[in-house]
């Protein structure tokens, strides 16, 4: 019987592709004061990591800097269990309780993932781990501390998947067609349905994610607000 793929092995491999797509593994995180359970980020340290986001990006409105904040958790979420899947299929079961993020981090979220369990790498399974245990709550948490719309930020979690098919086929040409196809499924299951369309020029959204409130921001290339 052939052996099923391993996701600490696959995670290893696809942190290669870039800093999205790296998740650390090492079981010692969990006992680290500064990897915190990332249920606490849809939690009680919400509000401290918008008012970071908020003073890094210079803005003074709470939901331009939550809008942001979910698009980079969503990023960082969808990464690199879309590249395990299509490259080892395998995918990595980030269970919120077992996934951490670093309290410190200037930059991109650092997520830790101390040996994770494998699922079959279908769609159903990808929607269920990111979305319905990770950005589920968290949409709820933001909405609940500042008025941002939920359609914006599954908006953002759409175009945050298919910047990540981007970078991952840009980086392993190989994986471009089975990557397309998964994302393509998973932009067919509601929350994720009708936040856009992805057509031969890439990704088009049908909402702002507000970036371009921010001092010196701009549109985006999937912007809503772009000229057709």
């Not at 803005?59 to 299509?86: D, K, N």
């Not at 670093?102 to 979305?131: N, T």
Request: with cysteine.
């Amino acid at each position: 019987m052939k052996d099923r793929p391993d996701p600490t092995a696959a995670l290893a491999d696809v942190a290669r592709i870039g800093p999205f797509f790296s998740v650390d593994t090492d079981p010692g995180i969990a006992g680290h004061p500064l990897w915190r359970p990332f249920t606490e980020l849809a939690g009680r340290a919400l509000p401290d990591q918008i008012a970071a986001v908020r003073a890094r990006l210079g803005t003074g409105e709470e939901r331009v800097a939550a809008s942001l904040l979910f698009q980079g958790i969503a990023g960082r979420l969808w990464s690199p269990v879309l590249a395990a899947a299509v490259e080892h299929g395998v995918l990595p079961d980030l269970d919120p309780a077992r996934t951490y993020w670093h309290a410190a981090s200037p930059g991109p979220v650092l997520l830790a993932a101390p040996e994770p369990p494998g699922l079959v790498a279908d769609a159903s399974a990808m929607h269920r781990v990111v979305v319905d245990r990770h950005l589920r709550p968290l949409v709820s948490a933001l909405r609940e501390v500042t008025p941002v719309a939920e359609g914006l930020l599954w908006g953002n979690a759409a175009s945050a998947l298919a910047g990540a098919l981007t970078v991952l086929a840009g980086a392993r040409p190989g994986s471009t067609a089975p990557a397309d196809r998964l994302v393509r499924e998973l932009l067919e299951v509601p929350p994720l349905r009708g936040t856009g369309e992805l057509g031969p020029r890439g990704f088009q959204r049908r909402s702002c994610c507000l970036y371009y409130r921010v001092p010196g921001g701009g549109l985006c290339g999937d912007c809503a607000l772009r000229e057709p």
